[in-house]
């Protein structure tokens, strides 16, 4: 296949992460319904990152086989079992740190009382904005690796059917992941500008196409994982400062419903990948 075509594959998988961005322009919803969109960016990014780490993992459980098989790759091993706990950990820590970073220094300005409700709902917007944007960069970590897929399918010898066959999975996944990204901003009552919406669609969809032309050129497994650990570990973030967010709407249950919905969807779009042969 062409390089172009190759491309263009790319960049239709990675632009469906457009289709629920404009989500984030609603106008004051609902208490509940806020709660529930949050909830719901929480069970798409908890079923996202089941299937990121049973990808990342398959690799070492591979060379595991092997050596049980009596072929055994220690070096390899190693270096992929380096590369996981490295990206893991840098995905986690890095938001952790950097949040705390800019929490600090917004604290740091002193201010009298008369502002301090302004102060507050100052704080919770750029938290909020934040948020997506971090949910928005964990998923783009994860789409470079779908890239890489796409464009090593597309060059491997017979690969035009596998590589347009994930495309339309990758595609239907990302129309579904817009919606986990727009979910804190509704949590706190936030309408995002269309620059920003547009910005949070290029962090999350651009990878998808960035990879989709490295993995053109050359394949690599480590390059591989490394992008996977990544996306997990800022994953594992990001959910953990949704449910956080949804236990202070004070509305639990729609907490857990929301949930459920939301890793149940992201479930049918990847059996809808399976049915199709991808």
Request: glycine content about 14%; aromatic content about 8%.
């Amino acid at each position: 296949m062409s390089t172009w075509k190759t491309v263009l594959l790319g960049t239709i998988a990675g632009s469906t992460i457009f289709l629920g961005l404009p989500m984030g322009r609603l106008r004051n919803p609902h208490p509940r319904l806020k709660a529930f969109l949050n909830a719901a960016s929480a069970g798409i990014l908890l079923f996202l990152l089941f299937d990121i780490l049973e990808n990342a993992t398959e690799p070492l459980q591979t060379l595991v086989e092997r050596a049980h098989q009596g072929t055994p790759q220690w070096g390899r091993f190693a270096g992929l079992s380096a590369v996981y706990a490295a990206g893991l950990a840098i995905g986690l820590l890095s938001l952790l740190y950097l949040g705390n970073y800019q929490r600090s220094r917004r604290s740091s300005h002193a201010i009298g009382p008369g502002a301090m409700a302004v102060a507050e709902a100052t704080e919770a917007r750029q938290s909020a904005l934040q948020l997506g944007m971090s949910i928005a960069a964990g998923i783009g970590l994860h789409n470079f690796s779908e890239g890489l897929a796409i464009g090593q399918a597309a060059h491997a010898a017979g690969g035009l059917q596998l590589a347009v066959l994930l495309v339309v999975g990758f595609a239907l996944h990302n129309s579904t992941e817009g919606f986990g990204i727009v979910g804190p901003l509704a949590a706190g009552g936030v309408r995002a500008s269309w620059s920003y919406l547009a910005t949070a669609g290029l962090i999350a969809g651009g990878p998808t196409l960035l990879g989709t032309i490295v993995g053109t050129a050359f394949t690599s497994q480590y390059l591989f994982v490394a992008f996977l650990t990544l996306a997990a570990g800022a994953i594992v973030y990001v959910v953990a400062e949704l449910l956080f967010t949804g236990k202070r709407l004070s509305a639990w249950d729609i907490t857990i419903w929301g949930v459920l919905l939301g890793f149940l969807v992201g479930l049918a779009t990847e059996l809808v990948i399976v049915a199709a042969g991808a």
